[in-house]
């Protein structure tokens, strides 16, 4: 009998050995030390590690959209505007993630401040990952659409898994980017790491939704080499509208560096690249 708590949290740390088992708790010290007991922080106690183990109870059994319409009435508002006249989640997914895609284009990607709720987010228009990955799961979810979110823990990045016609669905909402197979199925990010060619294989329509900030040749080299090499850690966590309760959402001024000092973001940082670059 799986006990998943074994591959939860910071209890993943002891699934693991070497440098892999370093550049975890590096992440871990990180993101307590740069936003202490915020939702960003706390959102990783959550998080499932992808292996042998847990494939099966992560890609298992349909999930049920647990947030409630009205709950949150601002966010079903925006929601509801994005995808005003769409019929299939495909296409009301494909709109929530341009939309995001393009959140920071208000204010230039300025970042005021970590944490905040989903409709802080979307005021400011943020674009940082671990936070627009948040507002991508809640969009979803005033539309009756589950998601969760991806810690791709060497590269840094945060993503999604959005579960859309029968079975999970890899999305990037700051990089606009996700991934279908030769039959315009939507790929999950098991199926990417198993894969990896076919971040190279992608149509037209796929990598018309790509960001313009950056080139597609190095987003998709970055996602080639980095967030889905087999070296990296896919960390898996539920998210949801539902759970608000569980978190702190009080703002936290960014991170300005340590200066001349060593901080755990160095440490982080170091270990990400051992880890993935070999």
Same mark, same amino acid.
């Given at each position: 009998?799986?006990?998943?708590?074994?591959?939860?949290?910071?209890?993943?740390? #002891?699934? %693991?050995?070497?440098?892999?088992?370093?550049?975890?708790?590096?992440?871990?010290?990180? +993101?307590?030390?740069?936003?202490?007991e915020n939702v960003e922080f706390q959102r990783m106690r959550e998080q499932i590690l992808l292996c042998d183990e847990t494939r099966g109870y992560l890609y298992g059994d349909a999930p049920a959209c647990r947030y409630i319409r009205g709950t949150r009435p601002v966010l079903d508002k925006i929601g509801d505007e994005i995808c005003a006249g769409l019929d299939s989640d495909r296409e009301k997914v494909l709109a929530i993630l341009e939309y995001i895609r393009d959140m920071h284009e208000r204010v230039g990607g300025a970042d005021y401040f970590y944490g905040g709720?989903? #409709?802080? %987010?979307?005021?400011?228009?943020?674009?940082?990952?671990?936070?627009?990955?948040?507002? +991508?799961?809640?969009?979803?979810?005033?539309?009756?659409?589950?998601?969760?979110?991806?810690?791709?823990?060497?590269?840094?990045?945060?993503?999604n898994e959005i579960y859309l016609e029968g079975g999970w669905a890899y999305f990037d909402p700051r990089c606009g980017m996700f991934c279908v197979d030769e039959n315009g199925r939507f790929m999950s990010?098991?199926?990417i790491v198993r894969d990896r060619?076919?971040?190279?294989?992608?149509?037209?329509?796929?990598?018309?939704?790509?960001?313009?900030?950056?080139?597609?040749?190095?987003?998709?080299?970055?996602?080639?080499?980095?967030?889905?090499?087999?070296?990296?850690?896919?960390?898996?966590?539920?998210?949801?509208?539902?759970?608000?309760?569980?978190?702190?959402?009080e703002w936290v001024a960014p991170y300005s560096g340590g200066g001349n000092k060593r901080t755990p973001q160095d440490r982080y940082s170091e270990t990400g690249m051992m880890m993935l670059i070999r």
């Open positions: 009998m799986l006990d998943i708590n074994a591959y939860k949290g910071k209890n993943i740390a #002891e699934r %693991l050995e070497g440098i892999e088992k370093e550049c975890y708790l590096a992440a871990w010290d990180w +993101m307590e030390y740069g936003w202490g709720t989903e #409709e802080e %987010l979307i005021k400011k228009g943020e674009w940082f990952c671990e936070r627009v990955a948040r507002v +991508m799961v809640a969009l979803c979810e005033t539309q009756g659409i589950v998601g969760r979110i991806v810690f791709h823990i060497g590269a840094g990045h945060l993503t990010v098991d199926e060619d076919s971040i190279y294989r992608q149509p037209q329509w796929v990598t018309d939704y790509h960001a313009k900030y950056w080139s597609l040749d190095y987003r998709q080299h970055r996602n080639y080499h980095f967030c889905f090499s087999p070296y990296e850690l896919q960390c898996i966590g539920e998210y949801s509208l539902a759970d608000a309760d569980k978190y702190n959402f």
